[in-house]
């Protein structure tokens, strides 16, 4: 037997939007991500619930590779509002290496996440309307997890080059005349 999935009414958006953010609140975002579908497919383009269900996914995060990353990234890049799609691509970034941090990913190997993170919510602290500090919280946050972790800045000694070092040659080259 299939079973199909069944419309919502436009008119019910608003009690859905209602109900996904409760369940992101509950930490139950596999429900909000249903929901936004559910609006999605009734109104493709709704604002809300496309950013909603960019959280409700990262929400789902837990550092590995099955992680939805590029999923999340083309529903932000997908937000009309200049401001909103630099900050939320920023919590993307922010919430992945967190996520990548918490399984042991070497913190200085995240750096270029957090960084990337940064520079989003940068540009958004540019073109935020009045009032809105959400993208300087956000950078703050990241410059306190960058002080929290001394490892996040590792320092590589340049490598040594002797004088007589020389590049590697090929064997079987230098046998057969090197003709290619």
């Not at 019910?12 to 929901?35: C, F, M």
């Not at 703050?140 to 070092?165: K, Y």
């Amino acid at each position: 037997m299939q079973h199909q999935l069944k419309s919502i009414s436009k008119a019910g958006i608003p009690e859905a939007i209602a109900k996904a953010e409760l369940y992101r609140y509950l930490n139950e975002p596999e429900e909000a991500e249903s929901i936004c579908h559910d609006i999605l497919a009734v109104e493709p383009d709704h604002q809300l619930a496309r950013r909603m269900l960019g959280l409700a996914i990262t929400d789902q995060f837990i550092g590995a590779t099955s992680d939805r990353y590029g999923e999340v990234q083309t529903i932000f890049q997908s937000l009309r509002d200049p401001y909103e799609k630099h900050y939320y691509c920023g919590l993307l970034h922010e919430r992945r290496a967190k996520a990548q941090l918490v399984v042991g990913y070497s913190p200085h190997v995240l750096l270029p996440l957090i960084e990337e993170a940064m520079r989003c919510f940068a540009e958004a602290e540019k073109i935020r309307p009045a009032g809105n500090d959400d993208s300087i919280l956000r950078w703050n946050r990241c410059v306190r997890l960058l002080e929290s972790r001394p490892d996040f800045h590792f320092e590589r000694p340049p490598a040594a080059f002797d004088t007589e070092d020389s590049p590697p040659v090929n064997p079987s080259a230098r046998r057969t005349g090197g003709h290619h």
